[in-house]
């Protein structure tokens, strides 16, 4: 796997993501101490990703402990994603995370 350092000593991997028939090469940042598996709100914008909702709403807080803009997580996306030469289905929740 080849890793990418970016800003602030953060590691990020090289990712190819299935939209539709096409592969889009992104970065997918490597173990952020969430709990959860995150997308940035711009991209499933960006990328037209169907937007599906949580059977509960989550409160989420920013790792400085300061309150996400989003307050609560209602939505979730699914993907396709190649990383490390290994295909992989993810159920990513959205919140404003900010890009690299």
Request: hydrophobic share 40%; aromatic share 4%; with cysteine.
């Amino acid at each position: 796997m080849q890793l990418k350092l970016c800003q602030s000593n953060t590691l990020y991997s090289p990712t190819q993501v299935l939209l539709g028939r096409k592969i889009v090469d992104t970065l997918s940042l490597i173990d952020s101490g969430a709990e959860l598996d995150l997308i940035d709100r711009t991209l499933v914008k960006d990328w037209s990703l169907p937007r599906r909702k949580l059977k509960k709403s989550l409160a989420i807080q920013n790792g400085d402990g300061s309150i996400n803009k989003n307050k609560k997580i209602t939505d979730y996306v699914k993907l396709d994603a190649i990383i490390d030469q290994q295909w992989i289905k993810l159920k990513l929740t959205i919140a404003d995370l900010g890009r690299p």
